[in-house]
């Protein structure tokens, strides 16, 4: 069975700095999509960045990007120049595309992020 | 365009009575998933519906609960007898096709609370 990993229950970071958010995953699969996803007070679900597998080229959105590391099975979240209103949890997500369709999304534990100024 | 809907936002159950979720997949979405969120947890997989069609419950406990998709109206997600193990957030995600990629986007859920 697929698991999805996040070993840091909370962390915190001070304004306009860089924190790095770790995931780990595990599958036998080859096609997959990973995610990270943002959950603000609000309980909003909210994708901040995807990754496709087969793509070698770590994503970027703005202020986040990922170290994807296929053979290792890790997919960690930067964040630069950190926000206030990045505080959240943060969960790390894997998706699988069966007989060319998509399946359900598989969520770690989450990484509760405080942004302190 | 409206994005994913669901309602109510709260519902408070005695327990061994029935809990309904609704549903409103975004406008042209016929794919609809529901999840579950227990107190410092992520989000676990329940089912995934299609219109007039379950396409994957595996997630979704044997007993007491069940969804639909009619071809009109909301997704329904239904749970009777509640117990206070069902005390949840439960949320539901739409999409456009289940072909190649097409982004999940999440309606604000339903916080289920069991006294």
């Known amino acids: 069975a697929q698991t999805v990993t996040q070993s840091q229950p909370e962390m915190s970071v001070q304004e306009a700095e860089t924190v790095t958010l770790s995931c780990t995953y595990d599958t036998s699969e080859s096609n997959y999509y990973l995610f990270w996803y943002k959950q603000p007070p609000s309980r909003q679900m909210i994708l901040v960045i995807r990754?496709?597998?087969?793509?070698?080229q770590n994503a970027t959105e703005n202020r986040f990007s990922v170290n994807f590391q296929k053979a290792a099975k890790s997919f960690s979240l930067k964040i630069s120049d950190s926000q206030l209103g990045d505080t959240a949890m943060y969960f790390c997500?894997?998706?699988?595309?069966?007989?060319?369709?998509?399946?359900?999304?598989?969520f770690g534990k989450g990484t509760k992020l405080s942004v302190k100024p | 365009n409206a994005g994913v809907m669901q309602n109510p936002r709260h519902l408070v159950r005695r327990r061994g009575q029935e809990a309904r979720l609704r549903c409103s997949p975004m406008?042209?979405?016929?794919?609809v998933y529901w999840y579950r969120q227990l107190p410092e947890e992520g989000l676990k997989f329940m089912v995934y519906l299609q219109k007039e069609n379950i396409i994957d419950e595996s997630g979704m406990p044997k007993e007491r609960f069940s969804a639909e998709f009619p071809k009109e109206g909301p997704s329904i997600l239904r749970i009777q007898q509640v117990v206070r193990g069902d005390s949840a957030a439960y949320f539901c995600?739409?999409?456009?096709?289940?072909?190649?990629?097409?982004?999940?986007?999440f309606g604000p859920g339903t916080r289920l609370t069991v006294l």
């Open positions: 995600a739409s999409s456009a096709t289940s072909n190649s990629y097409n982004e999940q986007f």
């Open positions: 406008k042209g979405h016929s794919h």
């Open positions: 990754q496709e597998a087969y793509k070698q």
């Open positions: 997500a894997w998706q699988t595309f069966y007989g060319g369709s998509q399946g359900n999304l598989i």
